[in-house]
């Protein structure tokens, strides 16, 4: 079993997909000749040829449109959006086309899809190429929310979301692509060479939607992460000698809400964690299920730690990212109460 | 050449199913007027009165396995389609019985079998649609062509251009039809259009567009039948501009402020679609006034069998309100 970045467990998820099935086909900015801007689809143009894997013009909300009427006449379009921020074009066609289609069908039209999009900051992309606006897509209904923490993951959950029937959008963390980014942002990168979860299988397997994992056991105190967020909580566990449960929620839409409050009952403390933006992010959620599933086995108030409230700053970054002293902070003020 | 369908001469069996076509159209949506009024229908209700010859000419151009996908303006598409006047009603009055089970209403009805794939809500949204449905012919290798109907208002809306731009590079069979009917919603084509000849449209994207009267069903044919074998022959897209007209609002709740009763009455008495027909069957022998009268008499039966089932059919179960969300939601 070889070790895998995120990048390239992306793209063999690409190949896998593509080889088992004429109908997926894939798109976007800069996907077909250069291979994508974070090079996620480099090389599958040269073995599918141009009439699967080819470039778009610069038209978001013209491509997922296309990519609607594809899927809903036999295709299984997987397109890539190159910069979450960029959705925003999009979103009439993600919210009043590919999630409501079966629906507003009676059933009769689907629209089997994957909208990938690299998501989150660091990597200093300013307001326009570093947010993280999964909240938006969770609270359409109609579509999944997917979003992965590590090679291993990003594999089988896009394999995963290929084969599902329903649209998907798929974030990608985009400063894990090249490594397990836990926070500390002034040390030298960590290649996911030396993660133990960067060993990606070979071949065909997927991770089911809808399953959370339990990365980190522990009895204290139960942390809630998701993409770049579950590394600095771990290291931020490891670090306060905190005895911390760490669940890598891996699918926001649908929500594994069992393994959530089997392991906020057993800890009686929660802290939901997240890169974006707080007033009504997708923790306002968590918070809210674990208040309705846990609330007389709670020991104290859940806390969430986000992002500010204010656009992504550019050289402010690390200001701005809730990082392992906030996060640590968070802990050691829930663990006193 | 004499072969070609385009170059043929119409029979007056065609049009006689023109006229049927067109007049079923028009009972349809007066009738569906008048539910409105009586509260049976409730929300939005586009009618298509006026336009009847757009979609009747363009429909006879097509056949099976093509598509077609529309805005909301989108009773007129379905009938022509072929698909049940009982649900089409049906879906109107929000039944069990409507073609999308009551969940999508007057503007969101589909049909599988009927290959039409509905029925949007956002002013121009279907456009980009339209053209991936053209791609997924031309991925399959068919020679299937994608009807892609919008008004005049939505050819302001900047999704329609990247549909354009996508379809000329990509060489796809797709027809763009502009029913431009004078008003996007309240506002005129000179108040909301800086080109006001919409078949220009597409120059810039090197698609060949036309101007068609869109009152007259044989000349909407005729230029259906140029523009579909174009797209089929694969030579990409192509843009018609039909010059039509509403009578009606644009929805049940508007006033018509914005244009005089005298341009609605001249347009009615001069150039109706259908009374334009009815004229040259008569005049050329082809149907008496009894023969179309009989043909009138069958349409109102028919319609008022539709208004008969979208009335006894009943309201969806509740939990029909869980199914149809995300496919492993269903049965909660």
Redesign the interface.
């Known amino acids: 079993m070889a070790k895998k970045t995120m990048i390239e467990a992306i793209r063999d998820a690409h190949h896998i997909a593509m080889e088992a099935d004429e109908k997926v086909v894939v798109f976007g900015e800069d996907v077909g000749y250069f291979g994508g801007v974070f090079r996620c689809t480099a090389g599958l143009q040269e073995k599918f040829g141009k009439a699967r894997c080819f470039d778009a013009p610069i038209c978001e909300g013209g491509i997922v449109g296309a990519a609607i009427g594809m899927a809903a006449y036999g295709l299984r379009p997987c397109i890539e959006i190159q910069f979450a921020d960029y959705a925003y074009p999009a979103y009439d066609q993600i919210v009043s086309e590919a999630a409501r289609l079966r629906h507003r069908s009676g059933g009769q039209f689907t629209a089997p899809m994957v909208i990938r999009m690299p998501t989150g900051g660091g990597i200093f992309g300013g307001q326009t190429h570093s947010q993280s606006p999964e909240a938006l897509f969770a609270h359409v209904s109609g579509l999944k929310t997917v979003i992965p923490s590590t090679p291993y993951d990003a594999k089988g959950l896009l394999l995963a979301s290929i084969e599902d029937n329903d649209p998907v959008i798929f974030l990608e963390p985009k400063r894990l692509y090249n490594g397990p980014f836990d926070g500390e942002h002034d040390k030298s990168i960590v290649p996911w060479s030396k993660h133990d979860d960067a060993e990606v299988p070979d071949g065909h397997y997927t991770v089911p939607l809808g399953k959370a994992k339990i990365v980190r056991e522990g009895k204290d105190v139960t942390i809630l992460a998701y993409g770049t967020m579950v590394h600095v909580a771990k290291k931020t566990a490891e670090d306060q000698g905190i005895d911390a449960e760490v669940i890598d929620l891996r699918t926001l839409v649908p929500l594994d809400t069992e393994t959530i409050a089997q392991s906020v009952q057993k800890t009686g403390r929660c802290v939901v964690v997240h890169e974006a933006t707080r007033t009504c992010g997708y923790g306002a959620e968590l918070v809210s299920i674990v208040n309705e599933l846990c609330f007389w086995a709670l020991e104290a108030p859940v806390e969430r730690v986000t992002g500010w409230d204010t656009p992504y700053p550019h050289s402010q970054e690390w200001d701005y990212f809730p990082g392992p002293k906030r996060l640590g902070a968070a802990l050691n003020q829930i663990m006193e109460a | 050449m004499s072969k070609s369908p385009r170059k043929a001469k119409i029979t007056t069996d065609q049009k006689l199913k023109f006229y049927k076509d067109m007049l079923l159209i028009r009972r349809f949506e007066e009738k569906a007027g008048q539910l409105y009024g009586r509260g049976l229908i409730a929300g939005f209700c586009h009618l298509y009165i006026g336009q009847e010859a757009v979609v009747v000419g363009m429909q006879d151009c097509i056949g099976d396995g093509d598509?077609v996908?529309t805005g909301y303006r989108d009773h007129g598409h379905m009938l022509a389609c072929g698909m049940d006047p009982d649900g089409v009603m049906a879906e109107l009055t929000g039944r069990e019985g409507?073609?999308?089970?009551?969940?999508?209403g007057s503007m969101?009805?589909?049909?599988?079998e009927k290959n039409f794939?509905?029925?949007?809500?956002?002013v121009g949204?279907q456009?980009?649609?339209?053209?991936?449905?053209?791609?997924?012919?031309k991925?399959?290798e068919t020679d299937r062509v994608?009807l892609t109907y919008f008004g005049d208002g939505a050819t302001n809306q900047?999704?329609v251009y990247?549909?354009f731009?996508?379809a000329s590079?990509w060489k796809l069979p797709v027809v763009y039809v502009i029913e431009n009917n004078m008003y996007a919603m309240g506002t005129s084509v000179e108040r909301h259009a800086s080109e006001t000849e919409l078949f220009k449209r597409g120059i810039s994207f090197e698609i060949e567009g036309m101007e068609v009267d869109g009152m007259d069903v044989m000349k909407v044919r005729e230029a259906g039948m140029k523009a579909v074998e174009h797209a089929r022959s694969g030579k990409g897209p192509m843009i018609l501009e039909m010059k039509t007209y509403r009578y009606r609002g644009h929805s049940m709740s508007d006033p018509a402020k914005y244009r005089k009763r005298e341009e609605v009455d001249d347009i009615r008495s001069h150039h109706d679609p259908i009374e334009g027909l009815k004229k040259q069957l008569i005049e050329a022998g082809e149907a008496s006034e009894d023969d179309l009268k009989a043909i009138d008499k069958d349409i109102k039966a028919v319609v008022a069998k539709s208004v008969d089932f979208a009335q006894e059919s009943p309201l969806p179960d509740p939990k029909e309100l869980w199914?149809?969300?995300?496919?492993?939601s269903e049965g909660v």
């Not at chain 2, 409507?98 to 999508?104: F, I």
């Not at chain 2, 199914?323 to 492993?328: A, G, N, S, Y």
Request: hydrophobic fraction near 35%.
């Open positions: 598509q996908v409507g073609y999308s089970r009551g969940k999508g969101h009805m589909f049909s599988r794939f509905g029925g949007h809500g956002i949204a456009v980009p649609i339209g053209t991936g449905l053209a791609f997924s012919n991925y399959k994608c900047g999704q990247e549909a731009n996508m590079l199914t149809d969300v995300l496919i492993e």
